[in-house]
């Protein structure tokens, strides 16, 4: 893995790359706009409701299903029967008016060559509001969200063959981005081109590049 020096010169590195898979959360916008917060103390709510447990189990379990099963909704389905849709709808009901739309990283998608695509662990239509609370409308070519890999989560090799399946890319000439690094071992072992994005590296041989500046990786590269 490198976080990219200047030195390297990473257009050589992408020149292969058709279609660009962005994550959404704490990718297309950075983790101090703290959304998962808000989103948070949402599913806690509802797991205290759905499981009737206190608010201390409630966040045990939250914690306890994303690190089994991918996301906490992943766990209430597959160990409580929850239906996916209303817990969806509920804890991605949050206030986007705090964050700011970043030019530079608009500039550094539109200048990608081919497809722009999100694929995201949340739902579609809160990816649509985040991506246009960013300014970054009209760049992508498709927004999936987890109801479209039949709610089967990142990192789950299932999610990403139904997707990528739905979209139609070419592993071997696609590219992610990812602020998950766990997520990024599919990709990796599919073929894609692997960029972690994160305040902080996490060295791991699925991962190829490590940035803490999206908008300024993607100016590299083309």
């Known amino acids: 893995m490198t976080n990219a020096p200047l030195s390297i010169d990473l257009v050589p590195l992408f020149s292969h ?11 297309l916008y950075p983790p101090k706009a703290r959304l998962f917060d808000q989103i948070e103390v949402r599913m806690t709510d509802f797991v205290m409701e759905a499981l009737g447990v206190g608010q201390e189990e409630a966040n045990r379990l939250r914690h306890e299903y994303w690190r089994d099963h991918g996301t906490t909704l ?9 239906e996916p849709g209303p817990y969806l709808d ?3 009901e949050i206030d986007l008016t705090h964050l700011e739309r970043d030019a530079a990283l608009a ?4 200048a990608l060559p081919g497809r722009k695509i999100v694929y995201t662990n949340g739902c579609a239509p809160y990816a649509e509001r985040v991506v246009a609370a960013r300014g970054l409308e009209g760049l992508f070519d498709a927004i999936y969200g987890v109801e479209h890999a039949n709610f ?11 997707v ?3 979209d139609g890319l070419t592993p071997g000439a696609a590219a992610m981005f990812e602020d ?15 960029v972690h994005v994160a305040p902080e590296a996490a ?20």
């Open 107 to 110: 500039e550094g998608i539109r």
């Open 90 to 92: 509920r804890v991605h």
């Open 180 to 194: 998950d690094a766990r997520n990024l071992a599919a990709p990796h072992e599919m073929g894609l081109r692997t």
């Open 152 to 162: 089967q989560p990142k990192p789950d090799r299932a999610a990403y063959d139904i």
């Open 203 to 222: 060295p791991a041989e699925h991962i190829h590049h490590h940035t803490d500046d999206l908008g300024a990786f993607l100016r590299r590269i083309v």
């Open 164 to 166: 990528f399946g739905l």
């Open 17 to 27: 790359v058709t279609t660009w898979v962005f994550d959404l959360d704490n990718t």
């Open 74 to 82: 992943a766990g209430l389905m597959r160990l409580h029967g929850v």
